[in-house]
């Protein structure tokens, strides 16, 4: 199966995160296919994963196991740098806890990610 070009997809995706001696799973196996235009929702209980896997959608972090895909590109194949170039182009968020910078205007803010 190939993803349509711009279609972001996970194959079994696993993310976990050790704290102390606790190893906690955030995401356990996830196959999701999401395609230019569609609307899809991810809903569930605080701390089951919806972040985490929101996170390694928008290559902004990588999984433990499995593949997300972004146009067809394995985003943990990519440097620092070219996730940043693929966030730029072809992925946009709106955050949670809007992450604004406080000393900056609002227009500032908005074209800060044209810098």
């Known amino acids: 199966m190939q993803p349509a070009p711009n279609a972001a997809e996970t194959r079994q995706v696993k993310k976990s995160f050790v704290t102390g001696e606790v190893t906690v799973e955030a995401v356990r196996g996830v196959t ?49 740098y070219d996730r940043t170039l693929l966030r730029r182009r072809q992925i946009g968020f709106v955050f949670q806890a809007f992450n604004l910078m406080p000393t900056l205007s609002a227009l500032e803010n908005a074209a800060l990610p044209l810098e």
Do not use: F, N, Y
């Not at 569609?38 to 929101?54: D, Y």
């Open 32 to 80: 999701v296919a999401i395609h230019p235009g569609e609307l899809t929702a991810i809903v569930g209980p605080s701390g089951c994963g919806k972040s985490s896997l929101l996170s390694m959608l928008g290559a902004i972090d990588t999984p433990t196991s499995g593949q997300v895909l972004v146009g067809g590109v394995d985003v943990a194949t990519l440097s620092d």
